[in-house]
């Protein structure tokens, strides 16, 4: 089972793996794929990350800056009321429907009657 840590990134490579030193004082491998958003970790920034035990060792999971955590938590709440609901997308696409077949029968039909 993950537990949640706070911790350093010690280095972190261009080929997107590097390690963690978790609060704990143990070493984390990661991997760029195991971070929130596809962040660019850069060497000494705190993250909070979930720990898991492998085959191969500590490897850390679901890592995400540690001010980027607290926002992400924050805008849970918020991102629902921002997006736009299913009803004023099928709106604005029935709009453009209309604005293309308008403009299909202006080009097509009136300049062969003329």
């Known amino acids: 089972m993950a537990k949640k840590i706070k911790g350093v990134v010690a280095q972190f490579g ?3 793996y590097g390690f963690i030193t978790g609060d704990d004082g143990e070493k984390y491998f990661v991997h760029q794929k195991n971070v929130f958003n596809k962040s660019r970790l850069k060497a000494n920034t ?3 990350f979930n720990a898991e035990e492998s085959d ?3 490897v850390a999971t679901k890592v995400e800056l540690e001010d980027g955590a607290k926002m992400a938590k924050a805008n849970k709440s918020t ?5 736009l609901s299913d009803g004023t997308i099928k709106a604005a ?3 453009l429907f209309v604005a293309q077949a308008v ?3 202006k080009v097509f039909f009136t300049s062969v009657a003329g």
């Open 103 to 105: 403009v299909i029968y």
């Open 79 to 83: 991102n629902a009321s921002t997006g």
């Open 46 to 48: 705190r993250v909070v």
């Open 93 to 95: 696409l029935a709009i």
């Open 14 to 16: 261009t080929k997107g």
């Open 56 to 58: 191969k060792g500590l």
